[in-house]
């Protein structure tokens, strides 16, 4: 079981560029989260998708996007890079929670893309 | 004030020391409580779920005290292997079942030979 994969795993971008990470979730999941960590900090949620449905959004601005394909995989898009973007991303998997209120299924997440804006 | 406090330390103990790392959170609805690791410059491993009724995994023991929305982690004869970031998570309910992870600032510890 290859676990969570994400690439790519570094990137150097500029300022009011574009930029897409893509995440590869573990054998048998079907829900995608993205989260941002920058130095010094927790994680960050940004959106968490299902079904191929953005299902639940952080405080994130627009510029900031997904995807999740058939196969359950997931981007996650930036658009006009700011340095504040610069961060580590990360990626979680996990099987849906088919009852609501019986708490999360267990989360593993990839071992990030590391985004350098300059 | 931030949904999930913790002291970001850092702790410097010995080998051998017990350490305890102390979380609060804002929203009384929260509903699962979680303390994941992270080694430096690698992602989040959980390390354990808590519970109101307190549990223990080895050496570690989680505690939740829902009165006073705090979580707490006991490691106890530490070792060289424990240094890590100590991230404290809560969920709150709704209606999506996996609900978004909040995620503390961390703790991080470093454990001295």
């Known amino acids: 079981d290859a676990g969570v994969t994400q690439s790519p795993t570094h990137l150097i971008k500029t300022r009011g560029q574009q930029v897409t990470l893509r995440c590869s979730p573990k054998?048998?999941?079907?829900?995608v989260s993205w989260y941002q960590q920058a130095l010094g900090q927790g994680p960050q949620f940004i959106f968490q998708?299902?079904?191929?449905?953005?299902?639940q959004r952080g405080n994130f601005p627009d510029r900031f996007s997904g995807h999740q394909f058939p196969n359950y995989s997931s981007e996650l898009n930036v658009n006009a890079l700011l340095l504040g973007d610069s961060a580590l991303y990360l990626c979680?998997?996990?099987?849906?929670?088919?009852?609501?209120?019986?708490?999360?299924?267990?989360?593993?997440f990839g071992q990030g893309t590391r985004l350098t804006v300059v | 004030r931030k949904e999930v406090e913790q002291d970001p330390g850092p702790f410097n103990v010995p080998e051998g020391a017990t350490v305890a790392f102390n979380c609060t959170y804002s929203?009384?609805?929260?509903?699962?409580f979680f303390w994941y690791r992270q080694d430096c410059r690698k992602e989040p491993k959980l390390l354990m779920s808590v519970y109101s009724s307190g549990n223990e995994d080895g050496r570690f023991t989680a505690q939740l005290n829902r009165a006073s929305q705090y979580i707490s982690l006991l490691i106890r004869d530490s070792k060289l292997s424990d240094s890590a970031t100590y991230l404290c998570v809560v969920t709150y309910g709704g209606p999506f079942g996996n609900e978004k992870l909040t995620f503390g600032t961390g703790t991080r510890l470093t454990i001295i030979p």
């Open positions: 979680a998997s996990s099987l849906a929670q088919k009852i609501a209120g019986q708490g999360n299924t267990e989360a593993f």
């Open positions: 929203n009384s609805a929260s509903q699962s």
């Open positions: 998708y299902y079904e191929e449905e953005e299902r």
């Open positions: 054998s048998g999941h079907d829900t």
